[in-house]
């Protein structure tokens, strides 16, 4: 009765198939790595640029914004749809939800979560823009043109009041900070950004922390 080898093959290991996890596989490739790499991916999508989540996909002018990337040309080895559980640092092994796969470099690209208002998980009129789904659902809800608040006042806020405005909803912006994009930008060049809402027909309120939903 004989067993399969263990794979032994050296092996790179991206967690994440945004932008950062899809750079790094390529890049890895045109700097020379000639062994194995594999890209980790938890939605059932092909991987896609985020930004035009927040105004093209939004308005309909685009189904979504893959990257142009030959994966199997390049030997990548892509897994859509496999959520990653746990990292096994000691045996070198990356938990997925379909069984572990084995690494000898591992690089953590997953970007960032959004960040969820405390007690406002299930609400009925209240969603998240991070993802292709997410976009996806919310097509309708500007079709419907209702009115929008929208928390926080960075580059994805910017776009999606934007989309919001023209699709024909009104829009309110609450920002904690005394500005848009404070964490971004300096002060004097952020100034300029609380002109842009109001020439939108969007109303920006700073200084405004959300207490509840």
Partial sequence: MSSQAPDRT???VIIG???????TAV????????????????????????????KAVLLGKADGSAFDVDFEGLGIE??????????????????????????????????????????????????????LDDAERLRPVLAAQHEIVVVGAGWIGAEFATAAREAGCAVTVVEAADRPLAGALPAEVAAHM??????????????ARVASV
Avoid: K
């Fill in 78 to 131: 892509l897994h859509l749809g496999r959520r990653v559980t746990a990292l096994t640092p000691d045996r070198r092994q990356v938990e997925t939800s379909e069984g572990p796969v084995r690494y000898d470099h591992a690089v953590i690209a997953t970007g960032a979560d959004p960040v969820m208002l405390p007690g406002s998980q299930g609400l009925p009129g209240v969603h998240l823009l991070r993802t």
């Fill in 10 to 12: 050296p092996r790179v």
């Fill in 194 to 207: 609380t002109g842009w809402y109001a020439g939108a027909g969007a109303e920006l309120r700073t200084g």
């Fill in 17 to 23: 198939a945004g932008i950062a996890g899809v750079q």
């Fill in 27 to 54: 890049a890895l490739r045109e700097q020379g790595w000639r062994d194995a790499i594999t890209l980790l991916g938890d939605e059932p999508h092909p991987p896609y640029d985020r930004p035009p989540l927040s």
